[in-house]
């Protein structure tokens, strides 16, 4: 989670004319304040990294003070603005002054209500998801393509029907937080609302992506939100060190696209996009991201676009490594649609097929053939 890898998205994404759009702001977040915050954490918690980064004290209760979430100075402030950067995405969608909102920053989705988890304290996408919801929104659908299980932010909406959390991830059998699976499918009247789909690892381009249009397009047209907001955490990468899954950038910007046009076509082009995981933080994650920003900006940057001489510059200098030089990897992007059959001895169609035998009939879908 070094910020380095926020400063040279930034700085990539201001390299490649991004933010030069004319329809395109940059804002500076407020800090998020703890009215705000307790809207979806408790009190107590809040109270506790407060007390925390002033006495440099761990909270052992609450997650605070462990190997992946040590205790720092302004540890509140910090993660507080991280928040307050969603959240005035979701003010400003509710305003009507934007349509698309990206905090690269932002995709801490293993904060729960009351405990702090993988690098996460606040959970800034449940924040911004709550503030739409008590700010008229009918349903949000929360997607998450991060490596891990966005295991927080299905917590804090586990009982809320007005919410669907879809996350796609490395299965928990082999990775961190040893959660999502398919059988974890909410509760009450928020059975169904809870999706998982936790696929092995080795898991690739074509697998990653046979998978999300399989069950995610059909799912959201079926619980027809108003918005949608996405975490693109960038750990599916096959680079990334703390994962085994086989992604490339180029399969990661096909998500962003493929968001968007699910936006497009489901919420009125409503959409919130947030960062999360991302570990291999010269070569990955500035330009997944920069990719993102620009797939949200309504302005894709192709993917055979040479990196700035200027920013691959300044990473030689400032950290002596080499930076890529190409806003691809040069793979061949291709998957296998679902209608086209599956394989029951494939191992990722076995991932599949868990999910939608779990969940598609409780919305009225096939398992099999919708």
């Known amino acids: 989670m070094d910020p380095v890898r926020l400063e040279l998205t930034e700085r990539l994404s201001r390299d490649l004319g991004i933010f030069d759009a004319a329809h395109l702001a940059v804002a500076g977040p407020d800090i998020a304040d703890d009215d705000a915050l307790a809207t979806v954490h408790d009190r107590d918690y809040i109270s506790a990294v407060r007390a925390c980064s002033t006495s440099g004290e761990p909270a052992s209760a609450h997650g605070l003070g462990t190997e992946d979430v040590p205790v720092f100075a302004d540890m509140h402030t910090s993660a507080a603005r991280i928040a307050g950067g969603t959240l005035h995405l979701a003010e400003e969608l509710l305003s009507g002054r934007t349509l698309h909102g990206v905090n690269f920053a932002g995709g801490m989705h293993h904060a729960s209500r009351a405990h702090a988890s993988g690098f996460c304290i606040y959970n800034d996408a449940a924040l911004a998801i709550q503030h739409l919801l008590d700010n008229g929104t009918r349903r949000v659908v929360y997607i998450d393509v991060d490596a891990h299980h966005g295991d927080g932010t299905q917590s804090i909406f586990y009982t809320d029907p007005r919410v669907m959390t879809i996350s796609l991830h490395q299965s928990g059998v082999s990775l961190y937080p040893g959660t999502g699976?398919?059988?974890?499918?909410?509760?009450?009247?928020?059975?169904?609302?809870?999706?998982?789909?936790?696929?092995?690892?080795?898991?690739?381009?074509?697998?990653?992506?046979?998978?999300?249009?399989?069950?995610?397009?059909?799912?959201?047209?079926?619980?027809?939100?108003?918005?949608?907001?996405?975490?693109?955490?960038?750990?599916?990468?096959?680079?990334?060190?703390?994962?085994?899954?086989?992604?490339?950038?180029?399969?990661?910007?096909?998500?962003?696209?493929?968001?968007?046009?699910?936006?497009?076509?489901?919420?009125?082009?409503?959409?919130?996009?947030?960062?999360?995981?991302?570990?291999?933080?010269?070569?990955?994650?500035?330009?997944?991201?920069?990719?993102?920003?620009?797939?949200?900006?309504?302005?894709?940057?192709?993917?055979?676009?040479?990196?700035?001489?200027?920013?691959?510059?300044?990473?030689?200098?400032?950290?002596?490594?080499s930076a890529p030089q190409r806003m691809h990897d040069d793979v061949q992007l291709w998957w296998r649609t679902w209608e086209l059959g599956y394989d029951p001895e494939d191992s990722v169609d076995r991932a599949i097929i868990q999910t939608r035998r779990e969940i598609f009939p409780l919305h009225g879908l096939d398992p099999w053939f919708d």
């Open 181 to 321: 699976f398919p059988n974890e499918s909410g509760t009450g009247e928020a059975l169904g609302t809870s999706v998982n789909i936790a696929l092995p690892a080795g898991t690739g381009d074509a697998g990653f992506l046979r998978a999300f249009h399989a069950v995610v397009p059909a799912l959201v047209r079926a619980f027809d939100p108003e918005v949608l907001v996405t975490q693109h955490g960038c750990d599916s990468h096959a680079d990334d060190p703390l994962t085994d899954l086989n992604m490339s950038v180029d399969g990661q910007r096909q998500l962003a696209l493929d968001i968007s046009q699910l936006a497009e076509e489901v919420t009125e082009d409503r959409w919130i996009a947030t960062g999360g995981g991302g570990y291999s933080i010269y070569q990955v994650v500035p330009r997944a991201w920069a990719h993102l920003t620009a797939v949200a900006a309504g302005a894709p940057v192709p993917l055979s676009t040479p990196t700035p001489i200027s920013w691959r510059e300044y990473v030689q200098s400032t950290f002596g490594v």
